[in-house]
């Protein structure tokens, strides 16, 4: 049974960072797009960055280039998301997923990813 479960959330003022986990387990694909998501409350689920596990391309959304950094450890079948820089616009659920890295479509678009976490909380003010 595939699994992920992310972690890391948290509430903190402007400019402070965040390190996000999200520990996969189960076989979910040959080879593997995993991406992390958020959802303000009114808003709809947006992409924020995504690696190929299998080569470690990485991508971002233009909000959060330079800011954000997505990185994964093989080892411990991990994909961390550092928050850096964070401004109240930040503040969302953020969703680990994953999908098949040959899904056709949008590393953006959350239709491509078959698996997803509970989500963990994200919280930016002062």
């Known amino acids: 049974q595939v699994q992920l479960v992310e972690s890391g959330g948290g509430s903190v003022q402007p400019g402070g960072s965040l390190r996000l986990s999200c520990v996969a387990s189960?076989?979910?694909?040959?080879?593997?797009?995993m991406g992390w998501f958020r959802q303000a409350p009114g808003k709809e689920r947006e992409g924020v960055a995504a690696?190929?596990?299998?080569?470690?391309?990485?991508l971002y959304a233009d909000s959060v280039k330079g800011r954000f950094t997505i990185s994964q450890d093989n080892i411990k079948n991990t994909v961390y998301l550092q928050l850096n820089s964070l401004t109240p616009e930040d503040t969302a659920m953020y969703y680990c997923a994953a999908g098949s890295a040959y899904a056709l479509g949008s590393w953006g678009n959350a239709g491509t990813y078959g698996y997803w976490g509970q989500g963990t909380q994200v919280t930016v003010s002062s």
């Open positions: 189960g076989y979910m694909y040959s080879r593997t797009r």
């Open positions: 690696v190929y596990t299998g080569g470690g391309t990485t």
